[in-house]
């Protein structure tokens, strides 16, 4: 939503100049889509780099199952995709001209 938002005046030309809603949609939608691809892959290095400080601590032996890693990721994509859709049907709703109304 903050995304919407804060490019408010990039959506109102982009429709100006001709774009649909839905390639404004599908903008929104992809890059909140990579944005949770490397939220989700950041947060699993984060795990993995803690994991050795932590079964130190605990004292028990470090488990990482390789398939984290992809659920990780996938999981990411979910959050961004489904939080990049319900900014996505805001920003299709904003007309050219009270977009780039200062």
């Given at each position: 939503?903050?995304?919407?938002l ?49 079964s ?47």
């Open positions: 939503m903050l995304a919407v804060e490019r408010r005046a990039e959506i109102g030309l982009r429709s100006a100049v001709g774009a649909r809603a839905s390639h404004i949609a599908a903008l929104i939608v992809s890059e909140a889509g990579m944005v949770g691809t490397l939220g989700g892959v950041v947060g699993f290095v984060f795990d993995w780099s803690g994991l050795p400080a932590t130190f601590i605990r004292w028990r032996t470090p488990v990482l199952d390789p398939l984290v890693a992809p659920y990780a990721a996938l999981g990411g994509v979910v959050v961004g995709v489904i939080g990049g859709a319900l900014a996505a049907c805001r920003a299709m709703r904003i007309t050219p001209q009270d977009a780039l109304r200062l």
